[in-house]
C-alpha cells in the first residue's frame, strides 16, 4: 500500500449510518428512480429526516420538497441524486457545498454511454476528489443498511420486501448481480448487514465496499461480485483488513473466459485484467473466489452457518446414501472436487450394521432404503457416523425424501437429535424439498445442498475458505524500485551476468571477440562447449545460424565461430555485434522456462511453466505478483498439470524442484525491484536437474520498459 | 450382433400390458416390499385381476389371497416377486409351471449379498433360461406402466401419487436414481410412459429396456441410468433400435472416476467398463450422456418439449440478459460449452433500440432493466431478436423476476405472444422462480432453466443430441475372426511386416545375421541407419543397448553390429536372437502412438495419441471400439488436446494427420479381423510428416491372447 494512498472504505459510514437523506430528482411515481428510494425509506421506516429535492416543490409521497439541497432544514449527511447526467455535476456541487458526507448517484449516462458521459464522469470525479465527499457510482443501485431501513437504492430486489438483518454484507460492481445475490440470500432465510452496489466506480469501488464491511461490526461474512479491478493496492489493502478481523471473503469475479472479457469490456469501459493474475491475487489475499452466483450463495450460506469451528479442516468426506447409485455419483464428484473418502473404523462399520442390517459399510455407505424406516434407525446410524474418529465432513444424500410428508418427519427427527449431541461435527444434507422443510433443516445449523455438485463444489470450497482464513497473512512488498545498468538488455550475456549477480545459476559463459579467445574460452571451460553470436539486434540466434551446439574439439570451435558470424552478417547486415558467447554444452534434466510481465493492474508478474512446444501449446503455466517467496515458488510449479514429469512420473528421476522454486523466489524479487526499468524478463530454457543438481538458466533475455511501450 | 443373440426387449412388453398379476410374499402391511404392490395396483385403479399370493391365504388387502401361485383362479401373465432370497427359486419354478410370462423379483439378499446369494442368482438365471419367461432383478425397483396403473414395483416415488402420464421412458439399473428421476420428471409437470428398473440384471438388463422403450409407442424419449454394460452387442442393438424409430436415448453413466468405478463394483459386484470406451461407444450410438441426474432431467424436460422440430440446429446462440453482469456470466458459460456468440443483424440491433433505447446491442444484449417495465416493450424487443435472420436458439435470462407479481404478469404476457407469433424459432429461459409460474412457461413450450451452467450445459447437450439423431447409423462390423501367423509376435520386424500387408506404411527395413550383411543392407537403403536387436525375449531394446541410432557409414555400421549383441547377450544372456534389424534414420515430423487393447466387453479397442513423454503423463489419447472408419479415425485425432500442434501450432508445418487416420483405421481393421488372436498392438512412434508426406511406424510391438491372459 502505498503511502500517499487513502486508507480503503474511508468515510463509507456515512451511506450505511446517514443522519438525513436528501433524494434529489425525488418523483411522486414509485416506479421511478428518484419515486422508489423515496417510497421504501418511508415503507420500511428509516428514522431519520428524508428531503425530496425538486425543482418544482411541494410535496412528494406526502413529505415537504425543496428546491434545492441547499434549502433543507438541516444538512443531510447523504445525498441520493436521480437527475440526469447532465445535471448531476451542478446537483453533486450543491451537495459539496452544503456539507454532505456521502452522495449516491444512481443515473445512468455516463463513462458507459460514450465520450460525452465520460466528460461528465470525471466531473463527478473531480467533485469528489476536491470536496472529500464519496460518491457510489454513477450508473449504480446504491447503498442499503438492512437494520436501520437506510434504503439509497432503488432495486427491484425490495419492491415487496425487505430482506431480514444479518450478518452477509453484500458488495457487488453490477446492480443487478448484487440484487439477485442479495434476494437469494433472504430466500435461504440469512440476514443481510448492507448490500453496496459500486456501478461505475468513479470515486467508491469494490475494494471500498470490502473494507467498509471488514469495519462493520454488524457483518460476519463479505460476498462480493466483482468485473474490474482497477487499484491493485487498494483491493489488497482492503482484503487484508477483512483478513485482520477474521471475515471470509468470497468473490464471484465476472468475465474470466475471452468471449465474457470482451463483452465485460463493452460494459463497463474498463479492461478487465487478466484472469490468471487476478486468481493468483484472490489465493495468496486469502479471498475464495467462486465460478457461479449459485456457489456464491450456496458457499455464503453454508460459511455463515459453520462459522466459526464447523468449516472443514480436511479434505476428508464420509458419504451416505440410501442408493448404491447416488453413492457412486456422490463418490465421483467429491474425488473430482479433490476430497478423499477414507474408510470408516471397524467399530463405526459394525455400528451401522446393528442399526441397519442390509447397510453396505465402505465410503460412500450404501444404507438402503432400511435407514430411514424408523427415526430411531436412523439416529442410530448417523450416531455411529459423526462418533466415529475421522474429523472429516459427514454427507448425507436424501435425494427428494423431504416431499414425503411421512420422510420428512423422520429425518428432521434424527437430524435434530444428532445436531444437539455432536454440536461440534460437521453434518451436511443434499436434498431437494419444500422450502419450508428445508429451512427446518438449515435452521439446526445443517447446511442443504441441492444437488450432488453443488455439495461438491461447497465442500471443496469451504475446506479451501477455511485453510485460507487460517494462512498467515502475507506482508505487502514494500521496497523502492532500484535503477538497472541498461546493458542487460544488450544481450543473453548481460542478462544473465545481472540474473546471475540475483542469486540464479547460469553457465559459466564467456564473451570472446575473436577465434583464438574462442578456443581459449572453450579449453577452460571444458569441451563440449556451444557457441551463440551476442548482439542485441538478432533476437532470435537459431534462426539467424548464430547457434553452433556440441562442439567437441579446437578445430570444431574455429571453423564455429568463423561460420557463425557469416550467418548473422548474412541474416542482419547491420545488426551490431557484441561478440560471441562460448558457453558449456549443458544436457540431460528437463527444460522449464520462467519469465515477468507487466499486468496493467497488478505490475510485475512472474510465470513459470514446463519448457517444450506440448506444454506451450497447452499454456501449462502458473502466475503470481511478484515478489513471490520460494514456498509460493514451489507451490506455482506443483500446481502444473505436468508437475507429475518433475516428481517422478515414468521413470524419470525427481527434478530438483527446490532449486527452480529459488530461481523463480530470484527471478521474482529481481523483476520486483527494477519494476521501473524491466518490462519483460525470459528465462527460456532452464535446465532443472536431478534433485539436488539445481537448475541452470540456459538463455535469457530482458526488455526495457521503454521498448515495451513500442 | 451376433446371430444367437436374442432381440433386446423380447418378452419385455408383458412387464406393462399383464393380464392379471400375482404378488407373491403379499402382505397387509402397506409399508412391506409385499404390502405395496398390492396397495398401489388398487389404490390407483390396475385394471385386471390382482391376486395376493401367500401360504396363511386368507384375505389380503380386502383381496382374495392364494397358497401358491398355482390356485389362482386365472394363470397371472405378470408376477411380482416379494419373498426372501432363499425361498425366491421354487417361488420362481412356481411361476414358470403355471405360464407366467414376466416375473419381478423384488427381493435382494442375492449376488449383492456374497456367494451364496449369488448360487441363489444363478438359479433364477436358468430356471429364467429354461423357462423362456423374463425375470427382472433380483434385487431392483421393478416396472410401471402409467397410463394403465401397471405397478409392479414398491418405489417411494409412489407412494403419495402417480406421474402423470405421458412420453418419457425411464430405464435404470439403479432403483433409487430411477425412482428419483420419475419424481423429479413428474415434479416438473412431464409425464412418463413406463419405467424399469433392473437392478441385479439376472436376466432382463437396461439394453432390454432401451430395446422395450423404444418399441413402445406411447414413449417418445428415453431416460437411461446406467451402471454396467455386461453385453455389447445388446447395448449397441438396443440403442440402434431406438435410433431407427427417432427416439432420442439420454444416458447418466454412473461412475465415471477410479473412486466412483470402485464404489460401482462394490455395488453391483460387476465390473464397470472403461469410461473412456463406453463414451466412445455411446458417442458412435447417437446417445447423449450426461454427468448428473439434474442434466438428464433438465435435458429430457427441453427435449420433449422442443421436439420434433425445435432442438438447436446450430452452436450459435444470442443471450439477452437486463444486466451487464448477468449477460458476461452467460457469455462466459456458453463459450464454455463450446456455443458461439454470432452478432445480430444491423436491423436486429435497431430495432431492439427502438424498443429499449438504453439497449447495448452486442451479443449478449444488454437490454437493462428498462426491457421489462412494459410488456409491449419486451414483446417489442423478443419480436425483433426472434425475426432475426440467425438460426441459433435465443436465451434470455430472467433472474429472480418470477418472485414479483408485477413481472411475472409482464413476463408471461410477452412469452405467450411471441410463442403464437414465432411458433418455429427456440427460445429457451434461464429462471428461478415459483413453481407453479415456471411451470406456466414450460406450457408454452419453453423451456425453463433454473441456472446458467444448467442452461449451458443443457443447450450444447441438445445441439449434440440433434446431431446424433440426424447422424447416419453406423453398420455393424460382421466379418468372421481370421487367424494369424504367430510371427508376428515374435519381433518388431514381423510385427511391421503384418501391418504392412495390412496398408499401413513402415520402413524399408531388413533383419540380417552377420556384420558384412548388415553393412549391405544399410548400402541398400542409405545412410544414415539404425540397427536394433530382434528378439522376442527382449522388449525393452533401448533398456538393452540393444539399439544404435545414426549410424553414417559402414565402419559405424559394423562396430554397431556388434555392440548391439554384446549388449544384449549381457542384458539377457538366455534370449532367442533373431538377428539384427537394419532401418533407415528417419527424422522430422511429429511422433505419435496408436494402439490396441482389448475390453473386457467391448473387444477390440482402437487408441491414437501424441507421443512423448508430456502427451502420456496428460493421457492425451482418443479410444473408440475397432473397427473405426478414416473419417472416425480423423475426429479421434481432431479430439486430441494437442491436436494445435498437428494442426499447425507455433509455426509448425502442418502434419499429415489424413495419413495418420489411415493408418489408425487401417490398424484397427487389423485388429478386429485378427481379435481371436491378437490381444495387444503398439504402434510406438509413429512418425507423422507434414501435409502429404504420410506416417510411418517406427515400431511395432504385437502380443498374443494367451500371452496377456499371463
Known amino acids: 500500500m502505498s503511502a500517499s494512498m487513502p486508507r480503503p472504505g474511508l468515510g463509507l459510514q456515512h451511506f450505511f449510518q446517514a443522519q438525513g437523506i436528501a433524494v434529489i430528482g425525488a418523483s411522486d411515481d414509485v416506479t421511478k428512480i428518484g419515486g422508489r428510494p423515496v417510497h421504501m425509506l418511508i415503507k420500511y421506516g428509516y428514522a431519520g429526516p428524508i428531503y425530496p429535492v425538486n425543482p418544482k416543490a411541494g410535496t412528494i409521497q406526502g413529505l415537504t420538497a425543496y428546491p434545492s439541497v441547499r434549502d433543507t432544514p438541516t444538512a443531510p449527511q447523504l445525498a441520493i441524486l436521480a437527475v440526469p447526467a447532465a445535471a448531476t455535476p451542478a446537483a453533486l456541487r450543491d451537495c459539496a457545498a452544503r456539507g454532505v458526507k456521502a452522495a449516491i448517484v444512481l443515473s445512468s449516462g455516463f463513462v458507459e454511454a460514450g465520450p460525452e458521459g465520460a466528460a461528465l464522469q470525471a466531473e463527478l470525479v473531480q467533485i469528489a476528489h476536491a470536496s472529500g465527499m464519496r460518491v457510489l457510482g454513477p450508473n449504480c443501485l446504491g447503498a442499503v443498511n438492512v437494520a436501520d431501513r437506510l434504503i439509497g437504492s432503488f432495486s427491484i430486489a425490495l419492491e415487496e420486501n425487505?430482506?431480514?438483518?444479518?450478518?452477509?454484507?453484500?458488495?457487488?460492481?453490477?446492480?443487478?448481480?448484487?440484487?439477485?445475490?442479495?434476494?437469494?440470500?433472504?430466500?435461504?432465510?440469512?440476514?443481510?448487514?448492507?448490500?453496496?452496489?459500486?456501478?461505475?466506480?468513479?470515486?467508491?469501488?469494490?475494494?471500498?465496499?470490502?473494507?467498509?464491511?471488514?469495519?462493520?461490526?454488524?457483518?460476519?461474512?463479505?460476498?462480493?461480485?466483482?468485473?474490474?479491478?482497477?487499484?491493485?493496492?487498494?483491493?489488497?489493502?482492503?482484503?487484508?483488513?477483512?483478513?485482520?478481523?477474521?471475515?471470509?471473503?468470497?468473490?464471484?469475479?465476472?468475465?474470466?473466459?475471452?468471449?465474457?472479457?470482451?463483452?465485460?469490456?463493452?460494459h463497463t469501459g474498463a479492461l478487465t485484467g487478466s484472469d490468471a493474475v487476478i486468481d493468483a491475487v484472490f489465493r495468496r489475499h486469502g479471498v475464495l473466489r467462486v465460478r457461479s452466483v449459485e456457489a456464491l450463495i450456496d458457499i455464503g450460506h453454508a460459511a455463515s452457518l459453520l462459522m466459526p469451528n464447523r468449516l472443514p479442516r480436511t479434505d476428508a468426506v464420509t458419504l451416505v446414501a440410501a442408493s448404491g447409485g447416488f453413492g457412486i455419483m456422490?463418490?465421483?464428484?467429491?474425488?473430482?472436487?479433490?476430497?478423499?473418502?477414507?474408510?470408516?473404523?471397524?467399530?463405526?462399520?459394525?455400528?451401522?450394521?446393528?442399526?441397519?442390517?442390509?447397510?453396505?459399510?465402505?465410503?460412500?455407505?450404501?444404507?438402503?432404503?432400511?435407514?430411514?424406516?424408523?427415526?430411531?434407525?436412523?439416529?442410530?446410524?448417523?450416531?455411529?457416523?459423526?462418533?466415529?474418529?475421522?474429523?472429516?465432513?459427514?454427507?448425507?444424500?436424501?435425494?427428494?425424501?423431504?416431499?414425503?410428508?411421512?420422510?420428512?418427519?423422520?429425518?428432521?427427527?434424527?437430524?435434530?437429535?444428532?445436531?444437539?449431541?455432536?454440536?461440534?461435527?460437521?453434518?451436511?444434507?443434499?436434498?431437494?424439498?419444500?422450502?419450508?422443510?428445508?429451512?427446518?433443516?438449515?435452521?439446526?445449523?445443517?447446511?442443504?445442498?441441492?444437488?450432488?455438485?453443488?455439495?461438491?463444489t461447497g465442500v471443496a470450497g469451504l475446506l479451501r475458505l477455511n485453510q485460507r482464513l487460517g494462512a498467515a497473512i502475507p506482508r505487502d512488498a514494500e521496497s523502492a524500485a532500484q535503477g538497472i545498468d541498461a546493458a542487460v538488455f544488450r544481450n543473453e550475456f548481460e542478462a544473465k551476468r545481472a540474473l546471475a549477480r540475483a542469486g540464479i545459476d547460469v553457465p559459466h559463459e564467456v564473451i570472446v571477440h575473436d577465434a583464438a579467445a574462442a578456443v581459449s574460452a572453450a579449453e577452460a571451460i571444458g569441451y563440449p562447449v556451444v557457441l551463440k553470436i551476442a548482439s542485441e539486434d538478432i533476437a532470435h540466434k537459431t534462426e539467424a545460424g548464430g547457434v553452433a551446439l556440441n562442439l567437441a574439439d579446437a578445430p570444431s570451435v574455429r571453423s564455429a565461430y568463423a561460420r557463425v558470424l557469416d550467418n548473422a552478417a548474412r541474416y542482419a547486415p547491420d545488426a551490431r555485434i557484441d561478440g560471441v558467447l562460448v558457453a558449456p554444452m549443458l544436457r540431460g534434466g528437463t527444460e522449464m522456462i520462467a519469465g515477468v510481465s507487466q499486468d496493467p493492474v497488478f505490475g510485475p508478474v512472474v510465470m513459470v511453466g514446463m519448457g517444450g512446444i506440448y506444454a506451450e501449446v497447452l499454456k501449462d503455466v502458473a502466475v503470481q505478483t511478484a515478489p513471490v517467496s520460494e514456498q509460493e515458488a514451489l507451490a506455482m510449479i506443483r500446481s502444473l498439470k505436468m508437475f507429475a514429469i518433475l516428481d517422478g512420473a515414468r521413470g524419470q528421476p525427481k527434478a530438483d524442484i527446490e532449486a527452480a522454486a529459488r530461481t523463480v523466489a530470484r527471478l521474482s524479487e529481481f523483476a520486483y525491484q527494477h519494476r521501473d526499468d524491466i518490462a519483460e524478463i525470459d528465462m527460456n530454457p532452464i535446465l532443472l536437474r536431478a534433485q539436488g543438481q539445481g537448475a541452470v538458466v540456459l538463455d535469457a533475455l530482458m526488455i526495457p520498459r521503454a521498448a515495451a511501450v513500442l
Do not use: W
Open 162 to 266: 425487505m430482506p431480514p438483518a444479518g450478518q452477509v454484507g453484500i458488495v457487488s460492481q453490477s446492480g443487478n448481480v448484487g440484487s439477485h445475490t442479495m434476494q437469494s440470500v433472504a430466500r435461504r432465510g440469512m440476514g443481510v448487514s448492507r448490500f453496496i452496489a459500486t456501478g461505475n466506480e468513479a470515486d467508491v469501488d469494490v475494494a471500498d465496499g470490502i473494507a467498509a464491511l471488514a469495519e462493520d461490526p454488524a457483518t460476519r461474512i463479505i460476498l462480493c461480485c466483482m468485473e474490474t479491478c482497477r487499484h491493485a493496492g487498494k483491493l489488497i489493502a482492503a482484503l487484508r483488513m477483512a483478513r485482520e478481523q477474521g471475515k471470509p471473503v468470497i468473490v464471484l469475479k465476472i468475465g474470466s473466459t475471452e468471449k465474457g472479457q470482451a463483452a465485460a469490456a463493452s
Open 330 to 456: 456422490m463418490a465421483d464428484a467429491m474425488s473430482e472436487a479433490g476430497l478423499t473418502l477414507p474408510a470408516l473404523a471397524a467399530h463405526t462399520q459394525q455400528r451401522i450394521r446393528e442399526a441397519v442390517p442390509t447397510a453396505s459399510t465402505g465410503n460412500p455407505v450404501d444404507a438402503s432404503a432400511q435407514m430411514s424406516s424408523r427415526p430411531d434407525i436412523l439416529h442410530k446410524m448417523l450416531t455411529a457416523l459423526l462418533d466415529d474418529p475421522a474429523e472429516g465432513a459427514l454427507i448425507l444424500f436424501m435425494s427428494l425424501s423431504l416431499y414425503s410428508t411421512r420422510l420428512r418427519g423422520i429425518y428432521l427427527q434424527a437430524l435434530a437429535q444428532v445436531r444437539a449431541s455432536h454440536p461440534d461435527r460437521l453434518l451436511m444434507i443434499i436434498s431437494q424439498g419444500p422450502a419450508d422443510a428445508v429451512e427446518q433443516i438449515t435452521a439446526l445449523g445443517i447446511p442443504v445442498f441441492a444437488s450432488i455438485d453443488a455439495a461438491a
